[in-house]
Nanobody, 115 residues
Framework: QVQLVESGGGLVQPGGSLRLSCADS????????MGWYRQAPGKQRELVAS???????NYANSVKGRFTISRDNAKKTVYLQMTRLKPEDTAVYYC?????????WGQGTQVTVSS
């Protein structure tokens, strides 16, 4: 059974930075597409960023230029570096894995941007 464990969330002031991590317990990590999604209260879950095994990335327009997704295939970990955070970035952030064996989600980590 694949497990995804997110970490790195917390409370940050507007304009600040955070780095989220997602550790994957599954196999053949390098062949997966990994994504970060977020869900704010009362809103649908939305894609933030995704990255293929080869490193191709995709970003939501709302985070382009502020967030960077990356992965370390040796450590089976995907990261989301978030800079210039805004109050509207407040949400629970989820890691998602698509690949061999199906689709899996992490439990989520809360990010709160507030002064």
């Amino acid at each position: 059974q694949v497990q995804l464990v997110e970490s790195g969330g917390g409370l940050v002031q507007p304009g600040g930075s955070l780095r989220l991590s997602c550790a994957d317990s599954g196999s053949i990590f390098r062949l997966t597409v990994m994504g970060w999604y977020r869900q704010a209260p009362g809103k649908q879950r939305e894609l933030v960023a995704s990255i293929t095994g080869g490193g191709s990335t995709n970003y939501a327009n709302s985070v382009k230029g502020r967030f960077t997704i990356s992965r370390d295939n040796a450590k089976k970990t995907v990261y989301l570096q978030m800079t210039r955070l805004k109050p509207e970035d407040t949400a629970v952030y989820y890691c998602k894995r698509d690949g061999v064996g199906g689709t899996f989600w992490g439990q989520g980590t809360q990010v709160t941007v507030s002064s």
